[in-house]
């Protein structure tokens, strides 16, 4: 196995989780916040705005199953990068579009991914890319949310109809192969 990890924001760490453990190659994700001044920070004192953090997930892939590339470019397809600060109903910096690089390769990577998701959207891709710092995990109940919350309200509403395009994409392109 070449197992790397890959730290990335788009809205609701909930969604982006539940996706990102639906995706072959995919070993492990984690949810927690990333990119602010905060050390630390409970999703409590996240969910105000005010730590600079936004929402992220942490995934630990196989490379030789999936590309950091790849991943990416699900990433960028599967949440809208062309808002600012803001996801469906949640709003403000914590639900950013954000993609977070350990090294010059990756920043490479990620803007030339941006580059080639613009063409699915009217409006520009606004997701930040930034150099990764620290992750910091969040509160166990926020972990592996969707599977363990498959019929509380926001996952039936918000998730499961994100999850079933997300499958519906993947079978596609399966299809066209």
Same mark, same amino acid.
């Given at each position: 196995?070449?197992?790397?990890?890959?730290?990335?924001? @788009?809205?609701?760490?909930?969604?982006? *989780?539940? +996706?990102?453990?639906?995706?072959?190659?995919? #070993?492990?994700? &984690?949810?927690?916040?990333?990119?602010?001044? +905060?050390?630390?920070?409970?999703?409590?004192?996240?969910?105000?705005?005010?730590?600079?953090?936004?929402?992220?997930?942490? #995934?630990?892939?196989?490379?030789?199953? +999936?590309?950091?590339?790849?991943?990416?470019? /699900?990433? #960028? #397809?599967?949440?809208?990068?062309?808002?600012?600060?803001?996801? @469906? !109903?949640?709003?403000?910096?914590?639900?950013?579009?954000?993609?977070? =690089?350990?090294?010059? *390769?990756?920043?490479?990577?990620?803007?030339?991914? /941006? !580059? *080639?998701?613009?063409?699915? =959207?009217?409006?520009?891709?606004?997701? *930040?890319?930034?150099?990764?710092?620290?992750?910091?995990?969040?509160?166990?109940?926020?972990?592996?949310? =969707?599977?363990?919350? &498959?019929? !509380?309200?926001?996952?039936?509403?918000?998730?499961?109809?994100?999850?079933? &395009?997300?499958?519906?994409?993947?079978?596609?392109?399966?299809?066209? &192969?």
């Amino acid at each position: 196995m070449n197992n790397r990890t890959m730290t990335f924001g @788009g809205g609701c760490f909930w969604c982006t *989780e539940a +996706i990102f453990r639906d995706t072959e190659g995919v #070993l492990d994700v &984690k949810s927690g916040f990333s990119g602010g001044f +905060i050390k630390n920070p409970a999703y409590r004192e996240v969910c105000t705005g005010r730590t600079g953090h936004a929402e992220v997930i942490r #995934l630990t892939y196989d490379a030789d199953v +999936i590309s950091y590339k790849e991943l990416l470019t /699900i990433h #960028l #397809l599967t949440h809208d990068p062309t808002t600012l600060n803001k996801q @469906g !109903a949640d709003n403000g910096t914590q639900y950013r579009s954000i993609i977070f =690089y350990d090294n010059e *390769e990756e920043r490479h990577l990620a803007e030339q991914a /941006i !580059a *080639e998701a613009q063409g699915a =959207y009217d409006a520009p891709i606004m997701t *930040e890319i930034q150099p990764f710092e620290v992750f910091y995990e969040a509160e166990e109940k926020h972990q592996n949310y =969707y599977n363990d919350n &498959k019929d !509380a309200f926001y996952c039936q509403v918000v998730i499961s109809p994100k999850l079933a &395009k997300y499958r519906q994409f993947k079978s596609d392109s399966m299809v066209s &192969k």
